[in-house]
């Protein structure tokens, strides 16, 4: 089904592009296509989304097409957040993108550093989808919330018991070695860099903000998030 998905994604932002295309508008158009998490397939013994911080999750497609320029296939390796796509396009648009936390502007689609840390939190899932579905199931340890933290060669991820797990991402994206006995000053640097950058673990942290917009509130309890 994944795979029929990709291939009917595909087919319709070819669709959108032709369309475009043909009004003459293509040039001056910003294209982005991208994805908000990817898809476990028995990796780390899971399947879907939940209860993981996985690379096969958090590296997910980013794919600019800018208005009025005709570079192509150049690739990015330098690290960027989804974060950043707000005053990206704010940008694009010819405004000025407001300051904002963690969120850096790529309108210049350089491959230059942009960020020291990159940042990415899940909250607890205490009822995700396999509870609700094997109520006997123990999810303790899988759905405790948790956070991660990376620089340009490590990933830390801590969860809200104080375990962690550390990656060297660039050279392990499998995520086969945990590195945390080995690199503890590493483990300490990048816990210190969540502590001061992100804080403590929360047990939902989206309920604790305070949202106002009826809009966006209904959006995310249609999306299960509230």
């Known amino acids: 089904w994944y795979d029929g998905a990709i291939r009917y994604l ?34 780390h013994g899971l399947e879907k989304h939940n209860y993981s911080l996985a690379e096969q999750l958090l590296h997910v497609p980013l794919v600019i097409k800018p208005a009025g320029d005709q570079r192509s296939g150049e690739t990015v390796e330098s690290m960027v957040s989804l974060l950043d796509l707000f005053p990206t396009l704010i940008e694009a648009a010819g405004g000025t993108p407001p300051g904002r936390p963690f969120a850096e502007t790529l309108y210049d689609l350089a491959d230059r550093p942009r960020h020291e840390h990159v940042f990415a939190e899940l909250d607890g899932m205490e009822d995700a989808v396999p509870k609700q579905r094997y109520p006997d199931l123990d999810d303790s340890e899988l759905g405790q919330p948790r956070q991660s933290v990376r620089n340009d060669q490590y990933k830390l991820v801590r969860r809200i018991d104080g375990t962690t797990s550390l990656y060297d991402w660039r050279a ?55």
């Open 172 to 226: 392990d994206p499998e995520e086969s070695t945990d590195l945390t006995d080995e690199r503890s000053d590493v483990v300490k640097a990048l816990t210190d860099v969540l502590e001061r950058e992100v804080g403590d673990i929360t047990q939902n942290a989206i309920e604790d903000e305070e949202i106002t917009d009826e809009r966006l509130r209904d959006q995310l309890e249609d999306l299960g998030y509230l």
């Open 10 to 43: 595909d087919c319709r932002v070819g669709e959108l592009v032709d369309f475009l295309d043909d009004r003459g508008e293509l040039d001056d158009t910003v294209v982005v296509i991208t994805a908000d998490h990817g898809e476990l397939f028995g990796e």
